[in-house]
């Protein structure tokens, strides 16, 4: 589905669709990786209590998955910070090389 994909579409109506538990499975899957859309309308449609538990579970993937990534994401930073720190207080570096930039010119740091 191009939902899972999609950065631009903020708002989804899809009432008056018959879509049915079927549709909320694959619904709940584009939903899983998608934080775009903010304002989803599926009224008159045939979701049923199993339809409606599919797009819940598919919601809550979402929830799970952003939560997981926002904490990798910050376990990241934190290791890069304290690698930065050991570098910073080690004596025995003096000078840092970092390769050469877009107009080939090496780039150092002394210490």
Known sequence: MALHHNR??????????????TDMKSLSFALKTNRVIGHLDL?????????????VYGLNQQLQHY???EEVKLKERKEEEEKEKDLLENDAIDKVSIGATSTNTEVFWWF
């Open 67 to 69: 939560q997981n990534s």
């Open 43 to 55: 009224r008159n449609n045939n979701l049923q209590d199993s339809g409606v538990r599919e797009l």
């Open 8 to 21: 631009s579409i903020n708002e989804l109506y899809l009432s008056d669709n018959e879509l049915n538990t």
